[in-house]
């Protein structure tokens, strides 16, 4: 059986010590799927209007710089908005501490009893947090409002959000920039195969099978282009 780290006291002192490391994992899969679902509806859309090839790449590569811009800027923006409200609520915290103690006391007491703890054990395990300001805050971070340890970093989620619409983006968009023959099936199939591939990479994070995550992902992706090749059909000359 693999084991997914070590156990041994130094192994352990230093995992701990290093804290929550950001994971890139959200925001690639967010702006992976998002930046081949919408480049695609583009190609699909234009493709199934029956319009040229070269206005699917320019609005292909307008959709890959702009759309993928806009959603790092949210993405930035709504994780910079969860930092802002981190440190709002670490702040009345701290004010809560300093002016009700005894209330915080309590409120630190309850959270360590749901967690299992009683008797002298949850007596002494209060004081002990209580002691140290930073860390009882951190606690109450976590189990009163529900956040995590660590702060979140907007820029880390913007940039790893850009980069994989970018990447994934531009699949559908390469047959028809290099001008290969029958552009759109080739379209099709390299989107496809970027959907599933997003999906399979994806449960390498969870419990589910490869092969359901990927076709999880395929099938939401897949939905998405058919529904823009059929609105794009019905502006078609012909």
Known sequence: MTIEHGHSPQ??????????????????????????VTTFAIVAGVEGAGLSHSIIVALGLANILADGFSMAASNYSGTKAELDDRKRIIQIEQRHIANHR???MEELRQILALRGLSGIVLTQATAAIAQNEENWIALMLTDEYGLTRDDPNP????????AAFLMAGAVPLIPFV?????????????TLITFF??????????LAKWWRSGAETLLI??????????????FHPG
Do not use: N
């Open 11 to 36: 192994e352990i002192t230093r995992r701990l010590s290093e804290g929550q490391r950001y994971s890139p994992l959200k925001d690639m899969i967010y702006g992976g799927i998002d930046g081949a």
């Open 197 to 206: 591939l997003i999906g399979a990479g994806k449960s390498r994070w969870s």
């Open 221 to 234: 992706g897949g939905v998405a282009a058919l529904l823009a090749y059929g609105v794009g059909g019905l």
């Open 155 to 162: 820029l880390r989620a913007a940039l790893a959000t850009f």
């Open 178 to 190: 290099f001008g290969l023959h029958d552009p759109f099936a080739l379209s099709v199939c390299a």
């Open 102 to 104: 005894e209330g915080e």
